[in-house]
């Protein structure tokens, strides 16, 4: 992997410091810091969030290259809604952008994007592009990029609670035979595994509703870098640091 060579430099690693047999199969992240990011240089906040964009799409190409199956990020949340319009609008505008240019920052083209969450409540425009870019992309093989937009942990459960109520009621389903596995099946990811490693920049120590069910056993690593300033390096310590974690799932 010689594209990995100057981060090893930078980082003064190994080869060997990184198991390529031991890679988290699924990383998620929660893309934050976006806003400070633009504070801290009396720019715009939607400024921060082009920026963000931008490394969204390094990241994913990046992940693609070092064989990680699973990337899920975290990009808008029920709560955001709560922001400002102005800010909501840049969102939006900056998602329609992202989608309409797929195409051009999917990595070698491998890469496969879907989208979880409640998308309905999105613009036309919006929604036509996700099923264009999530259609388009179906058949890929490698990355699978999942996209959280309008996400929010508590909803998807309620989600899940109401359509396995509907089948209950229709006869479809025993009260008794609803476990683990029918709740998982009704969440957004139902199709994807738990995620092993859950990232977060920007500072903050908190989920803020991402992933609730699906993070019960994974690590998790914090950093103070803002999204924006995010790199491939940065990726690496998280998953340098998930290798020598011990991870018991409750046994010893
Ligand atoms: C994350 O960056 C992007 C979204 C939530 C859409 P923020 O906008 O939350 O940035 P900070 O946390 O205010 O710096
Ligand atoms: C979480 O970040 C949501 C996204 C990154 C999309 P927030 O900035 O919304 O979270 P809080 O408000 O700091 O908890
Ligand atoms: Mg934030």
Redesign the pocket.
Known sequence: MSFLKNIFKIRNWKKSDIDYNKLPAHIAI???GN?RWAKKRALPRSVGHREGAKTLKEITTFCGEIGIKYLTV????T??WKRPKSEVDALMNLLLDYLKNAETHIGGKSVRIQVIGDVSVFDDKIKKEIDRVTKLTSKNTGLILNI?LNYGSRAEIVHAAKKIAKEVSEGKLKVDDIDEKVLNDGLYTAMIPDPDLLIRP?G?K?L???LLWQSAYTEFWYTDVLWPDFKKEHILDAIFEYQKRNRRFGGI
Do not use: L, P
């Not at 975290?74 to 949340?77: K, L, T, V």
């Open positions: 929660i893309m934050d806003g975290y990009a808008f949340s709560e955001n959280a920007g903050e908190r803020s509703n991402f």
